[in-house]
């Protein structure tokens, strides 16, 4: 593949995650890419980072330092209304394409998905003035051509995240329930747990081990619930796991994973290790709750404790063919949600 000489900048008011350096690792296969952020550089970056200052106005951020952005043929700021700084250049004369980036809708822990819809002025108008966005789900591009915004203009690269090295689906065991993700209240967590207390009363020494990845406020009161409940030797707390070679045991040995409060990029990560997904109906999400299809590659419940340990009970015995559903997720993922799916929409936008 001959590499196209645009020179692209990718700029945003908060530091870069690991998920995303590999994402735009795939883009200078293609473009000569600069990301500017605030936060520290990260290793194995294959383009060039440039740091910026995110100061804190009140709600806003002021951005400092910022690159001449005319050096660019394309620039791409993170959607993100608290960074006004940026807004300013679509009220300018430039020679660059301006592109918005992000999830496009409302969406926080302390409210659904789009569940907000004050601002929806600003954004449209936003995107009317830019010359592009780019969105994590396929809902915004339909919601923003409903307001007569030009199709062309809009751009769905599905949030997702890197497959895992040397994985076999064959070789997946199904022997436990799993959690990944911080120990947050807003997560749920104890709703998790409760309902593998009600699975455990029913089940008692045939109960599936429930295996929690993860650190964070809770993960102490957590500890002391398992002991007090006596399931020590039932739920294992590993703690905080990065690594894929620590990762790849727990899924392969994952029947599905449980996150009651959220779906988010979770969602990407199980799939890409055929786990499928349960969550309640209206869980906290960027848009990646939109790719669970009730038992067919994952489960939505009413978000009741009994809901939940029902869908574990018919896992555990075979009621549901979780092998089956793990098939779909597994497919799901390498079909619909890729890091080259990802990269293509991203090279469509910037042209």
Not at 104 to 114: E, K, L, Q
């Amino acid at each position: 593949m001959v590499k196209n000489t645009k020179k692209v900048l990718i700029i945003g008011g908060d530091g870069l995650t690991h998920y995303r350096l590999d994402l735009f690792n795939l883009l200078c296969e293609n473009y000569d890419l600069t990301v500017a952020h605030s936060g520290n550089f990260l290793d194995r970056a294959r383009f060039e980072q440039i740091t910026v200052l995110s100061i804190k106005k009140g709600p806003f951020l002021k951005l400092k330092n910022v690159p001449n952005l005319s050096s660019y043929d394309a620039v791409i700021f993170s959607f993100n209304l608290r960074v006004l700084d940026l807004y300013k250049y679509l009220f300018r004369s430039r020679t660059f394409k301006l592109l918005f980036f992000g999830i496009g809708v409302s969406a926080s822990y302390n409210n659904n998905y789009d569940e907000k819809k004050g601002l929806d002025f600003i954004r449209r108008y936003l995107i009317k003035k830019s010359d592009g966005a780019i969105f994590y789900e396929h809902y915004p591009l339909v919601k923003y051509q409903s307001y007569k915004i030009d199709s062309n203009k809009l751009h769905v690269a599905y949030n997702t995240i890197m497959p895992p090295n040397n994985f076999n689906f064959s070789e997946k065991t199904f022997e436990s329930f799993m959690f990944i993700g911080t120990l947050y209240k807003q997560k749920k967590i104890y709703d998790l747990l409760d309902s593998y207390l009600e699975l455990f009363i029913k089940m008692k020494s045939n109960t599936p081990k429930l295996e929690i990845v993860g650190d964070g406020d809770e993960f102490n009161n957590i500890e002391d619930w398992i002991i007090d409940n006596g399931l020590k030797n039932k739920v294992i707390l590993h703690g905080k796991l990065t690594d894929e070679e620590d990762l790849s045991p727990i899924f392969k040995r994952a029947l599905a994973c449980i996150s009651p409060g959220q779906a988010g990029l979770s969602v990407q990560k199980c799939f890409s290790y055929g786990t499928p997904f349960i969550t309640v109906k209206n869980a906290i999400t960027g848009g990646e709750l939109f790719c669970i299809i009730d038992k067919i590659n994952g489960f939505l419940y009413d978000g009741s404790i009994e809901g939940l340990s029902n869908i574990m009970f018919n896992i555990a015995t075979g009621v549901y063919n979780i092998k089956e559903v793990s098939e779909k997720a597994y497919s799901f993922y390498y079909n619909f949600r890729t890091p080259q799916i990802w990269k293509m929409a991203f090279c469509k936008a910037i042209g």
